[in-house]
């Protein structure tokens, strides 16, 4: 190894992903210097291999089948899906897989870019090594943060290693349908990918041992796997013993028969990348989840973040790049002796990591949920009611779609009389949830909310049919 | 006249539409009786002639629009919007104008129905007329509530009263589109129905002096301009200076030139229903709008109360319904002796009607709106400070729809450093406003809203740049 530059800089973030990229721009909005390293895309996952493309690969066939729900527009679809047009449209978001896009932003906000995998070496060190090997030694003044999110989890399988299956990244950005594609996993990934792939005419099958969509309020998987199978998708509450290489893809044994399919997905959960990021030289274990703080700093250290999937706290786009406002503010208000604001909803503390993260699952039907589930909820000690309703019901519902199935919960904090969690399940309900992280967040109590009233006729009536589910005040 | 019957209740409420059900049915959860007294259908405007099926006659074509703004589903639309079952579908949520299900609603909650036209005769007494002159005289031991709500107002153009325009009733229960349709007025009512009947293939034109959507945020008017002259429509800032009936239509002269037209519709604002109801007898005065307390009471009675449109403070059927709540339980209060509170955000009052009233338009684009606007926060003399977005901007609305146009505008107070009004125009967003509507009624300071992370890839990321653009906390 050569060092072949020294570089001073205020921070150094490694990694260059949405959690990266907004840490560093708030690091130079407040006037220090930053640099960012990465080895792959700039952008990373969310933009080229997760959120993005899933998103729309799911958005096309999604909006066809809800017009196909409605007398009058259900008439004027006579074709199917175009799948090229959908693949065509999501290389679109992807830039067909080219980061100049986000080089350029880099280069607007003032953030600089370095090349290559970037390990700890020393104490506010990180040292860069180029594809063609050659190394740059950076050192910070202030704060170095790490941002190198998660890799997908191999489960222990016998045979599977041995075999390519497609991670979340392959069918995120596959050029074409396989005929047939088994799926192992339950959770986010493999719902999406099941709707999407379903919709372009694949025959899928699930293999999901715990069902889907664990975590989320029970009903959530249960209206899921219904929908998904009305959509011809094979959900099989089981785990597979082997899998081999076919010449034709992959034969799977589960449950004693041999599922042949053309591509294996497997997504069944994530590992954090932090196995070959010089975690030993702080004194951490390679490949741990790394701890932090509210501030996000690195316990037991005075100079070290950790932002993203990597620190484990909750394992969404948005949700990092909440933490990275916040560290980036407070690495700059550490800098350069401001207050630092870490009371409990305070500008420097992602806060809401804790009992407020929304998640929205683009699945058939969508489930779109924020808080605590009434099983969190009740594990956490709270006094708890559990408000349910049913979706369908609501007029906005049914005149957005014939024959509207969904379903609703609010779980609601009797001591302090605030909502606690919502979850909501049905069709176009993804934009339903900010309304919900919005009463959690600000501890709006559930006598106010009664005065938050819905426009009509639209599904967000749903929040007066929970609160007259809940009962009026004083009565 | 003969008096048939003479009936005593604890509460009457004239009028049955969505309102007087609401105010009925908390009068008789509340523990007391309660009829309600109408000479049309039960369940008024907003079930057969306003909010159902105006939204049922959009959304088919809507939702077909939507699916052709995405690559892969466009090219699976080669019809076109099917009239013929839009209308039939609509038909099915106005029951084809038969009201049996409100009345069988009416019975299972336990509220007395009387059919005839009621009139205020006396203290606490209400005199019905049936259709076959028969009179019952009702009389209510604790109070009345009027909810006749509000009736077209017929702009004094020469000649149109000679003539029979269609009123927003014709226009949301046609049975047919006509070739081609004029449109007096530029608010809600006629934005939605050119969208309506544009996309039937209706030749629409649109003569509104002042523009579309005034009281909204100027741009929202530009907006719809803009995406109905796409659809074919003619818009016109103009006034009519005559109407007359020809064999064929209506021939309507405007700017000098005659326009000719098969059916007119006169949607230029709202009268009270008020002028038949024996206000005189109170000492009011008949047509007026009913001038009531924040706990919906009338001025200077202690049994007289009005709610919905006929007390002109929103005439919105969420806002009527709202009102409903707060009356209805105030009543009940006052009548057993229990506490009322009528605290800012009590339990009986309707206090949002004042600075939180939200409002959906269905058009193309959608307008959704809460709280003040830009302008009427000024002039009430608020600090302020607006904050725009371009929604296109945003990844998930370029998810949604290919192209899209969206804009979004938040008003803060910046003295309390809250919010004061939000308004989003572009598809799909109606749903987005309920989130404004509980940051404003639950007074969630701009720096707490932070905390409210908006789930990726989601419209509602809006929230974020809006935060952005207004500035993180201390910076």
Redesign the interface.
Known sequence: MTTASDTHVDVIVIGAGAVAENVAD?IV??GLTAVVVESELVGGD?SYWA??PS??LI???M??R??KR??????????????A??L??RNS?THDWDDQSQVDWLDGAGIALVRGHGRLSGTKEVTVTSSDDSTTVLTAKHAVVVCTGSDPLLPGIDGLKDTQPWTPRDATSAQSAPASLGIIGGGVVAVEMATAYASFGTEVTILARSGLLQGQEDFAGDMVSASLRELGVDIRRASPTRVESTTEGFAITVDGEVLLVEKLLVATGRAPRSSDIGLEVVGLTPGDWIEVDDTLKVIGSDWLYAAGDVNHRAL????G??QA?AVG?VIV?RALG??V?DAR?G?HVA??DHE?????TFSEPEV?SVGLTSQAAEKAGYRTRVIDYNLGYV?GA???A?GYKGKARMVVDEKRRVILGVTFVGQ?V??????A??????E?PI???????????????I??RLLETYG????
Not at 70 to 83: C, F, H, N, R, S
Not at 316 to 319: S, V
Not at 356 to 360: E, G, H, I, K
Request: charged share 20%; with cysteine.
């Open positions: 708030r909005q407040g969310c959120c993005m998103k729309a958005r096309s066939g909006a066809l809800a017009a409605l007398g009058g527009a259900a008439e004027a679809i006579t074709g199917e899906l175009d799948v047009a959908v065509a449209r978001f969404l786009t948005h949700q790049k909440y406002r503010d208000a401001n207050p604001d909803w500008a806060t809401a407020v993260v929304p998640q929205v779109a007029a049914s005149l957005q014939d176009d993804s934009e339903l949830i900010q309304a992280t919005i009463a959690i967040v600000g709006v006598d106010r909310l009664w005065h938050a009233v819905p426009a009509y006729p639209t599904m967000n009536e929040w007066l009026r005040p004083g009565s």
